[in-house]
């Protein structure tokens, strides 16, 4: 913005002065119409350097347990992807993944939600074009665990008393276990500090995992060599919090704690926005 001061009396400038006058006016001009290109530019340069934000939901939720935290970053500016996950086991979870990722050009934010966690984990290993891991009431499995025995590590668990399993045919023909939540168990046990109509709708939605991909080693532990940051919920009843701490800890990960249930990434979208939004920050 200008500020244009009128003087008392009025100059004329004329000859060689007026010259001089109009070339300091342009020159003026032209420095000011490059400095606002170069802001322009720069700015531009920002908005382009933002990492893709890639969301892994985990068991007993999909891609719009995201939702509150997907309108977040892209009102900041982030390009956002929401990845379905399978659910079938981390391995083959990863794989998915990993095309989601090779389709996606640029750095990028991996964040991973409870099983999630499990398949960022595996995808990210030996990539250079994944920056950073959030963990958001996750899992950080190290090469040989697996989620149930995570889950076991420390008492606070009641999710086994909470599952409704259902026969399966695998493609190879064997039997297995789909795993969900019973209905009129969810919120208590999952969504505690969600809305209720909300907690209901998500209850009704819910997408099972295989009980054998909580079953299934981890093979790889990306957060052994990338930066991670983790959101460790205290009034967790699926992982309980002594285990989120565990593991956080074990993986120098940079903590946030809050009194929240299983279903922070709902209850709490702002705080779980700032914490994937430090860890985009510190990678450019």
């Known amino acids: 913005m200008f500020n244009i ?6 100059r004329v400038v004329t000859g060689i002065g007026a010259a001089v006058a109009a070339g300091a006016a342009f020159g003026a001009i032209a420095l000011t119409s490059t400095a606002n290109a170069d802001d322009a530019a720069a700015t531009t340069g920002q908005r382009k350097a933002k990492p893709t934000v890639v969301l892994e ?11 509150g935290v997907i309108e977040r970053l892209r009102a900041d500016g982030y390009p956002v992807v929401a990845a379905a996950n399978p659910l079938r086991g981390p391995h083959s979870d990863a794989v998915a993944l990993s095309g989601v990722l090779d389709h996606i050009k640029g750095p ?20 250079t074009d994944v920056k950073a891991l959030v963990y958001v009431a996750a ?9 149930l025995e995570l889950t ?5 668990s009641t999710l086994p008393d909470a599952l409704d399993p259902a026969p399966v045919t695998n ?14 168990k969810f919120r208590h046990q999952f969504a505690a500090d969600v809305p209720r109509n909300t907690a209901d709708l998500a209850a009704v939605t819910q997408r099972p995992i295989a009980q054998a991909a909580l079953e299934e080693k981890a093979t790889d532990a990306a957060w052994q060599t990338l930066p991670s940051w983790d959101i460790v919920t205290t009034q967790d009843l699926n992982i309980p919090a002594s ?9 120098h990960a940079h ?30």
């Open 5 to 10: 001061k009128r003087a008392g009396k009025r």
């Open 57 to 67: 939901h985990g068991a007993f939720a999909d891609s719009s347990s995201w939702n």
């Open 108 to 127: 990028k934010i991996l964040v991973g939600h409870s099983y999630g966690g499990s398949v960022i984990s595996e995808a990210a290993a030996r990539r």
């Open 139 to 147: 899992f950080l499995p190290a090469p040989g665990e697996t989620a």
């Open 152 to 156: 076991n590590k420390y008492p606070g």
């Open 171 to 184: 493609p190879d023909g064997t039997q297995g276990s789909d795993l969900y939540i019973q209905q009129d």
């Open 243 to 251: 285990v989120q701490r565990f593991m956080a800890e074990r993986a």
């Open 255 to 284: 903590v946030t704690e809050v009194a929240a249930s299983h279903s922070v990434a709902v209850s709490h979208p702002r705080l779980v926005t700032d914490t994937i939004e430090k860890a985009a920050r510190s990678t450019r």
